[in-house]
């Protein structure tokens, strides 16, 4: 039987996955809240003078980012409730793992934004009289996050595409949505499409918002 394209099922198919739509941007929105939290933790601690402070971050750093967000998800979702005897709900999951996966990539643009600040900085703070702790709050943290902000935009657009991974947990995001749809009207080709273009939207305006947000501190830093 010839498949037969119907773009009226892509234009039904929307209002039904805005419901999805939300919880994708309540999950990416909260996840990289806690994650930058997180992030700015353990990156901080990679650069203390402490061995064991240094050591415990860069294990956290390299167990994430050395295991696929999805095991992290299942092990999250079904692994702890198992062997602590505790329901997770799957937002919460949800939120849980973007956080604690973003963070450990936030870490890395943590670490090096503050190392990309030249020694001098540090010292000139440290001459005026400021402690470690001041000068890092006055002087280096301000400059080291305009440096952030690019990296930490294409961390939130890879954020928000993760999202789709926990409709394995039963999180009720966009493509989680699209399924259920899928599951009623057996339209395939259609559902799935739109979802693709809903995501593609999303992005594309993240990365237009990054890009003008970057001229903005480029015109700043060139006054």
Not at 46 to 52: I, N, Y
Not at 97 to 126: C, L, P, T
Not at 165 to 180: K, N, S
């Amino acid at each position: 039987m010839a498949f037969n394209f119907d773009p009226g099922v892509m234009l039904d198919t929307v209002p039904m996955l805005v419901r999805g739509l939300k919880w994708t941007a309540l999950i990416t929105v909260g996840g990289l809240f806690f994650g930058f939290i997180l992030g700015a933790a353990a990156g901080l601690m990679k650069l203390s003078r402490g061995w064991g402070v240094r050591k415990l971050a860069g294990a956290y750093v390299e167990t994430i980012r050395g295991t696929p967000m999805l095991v992290q998800a299942m092990f999250l979702y079904f692994g702890v409730p198992m062997a602590l005897g505790i329901r997770i709900p799957p937002l919460v999951a949800g939120i849980i793992v973007i956080a604690i996966n973003s963070g450990a990539y936030i870490a890395e643009i943590v670490r090096g934004a503050v190392q990309s600040i030249n020694i001098g900085q540090f010292e000139a703070g440290r001459s005026i009289g400021l402690t470690r702790t001041q000068t890092m709050r006055y002087v280096i943290w301000p400059q080291a996050f305009r440096r952030m902000i690019p990296p930490l935009g294409n961390q939130f657009i890879i954020s928000l595409k993760d999202t789709s991974l926990l409709a394995v947990i039963g999180v009720g995001e966009l493509l989680r949505t699209g399924q259920e749809i899928v599951a009623v009207n057996f339209r395939a080709f259609e559902v799935y499409l739109t979802v693709g273009l809903v995501y593609l939207c999303m992005t594309m305006a993240i990365a237009h918002a990054l890009r003008r947000v970057e001229k903005h501190l480029a015109a700043r830093t060139t006054r």
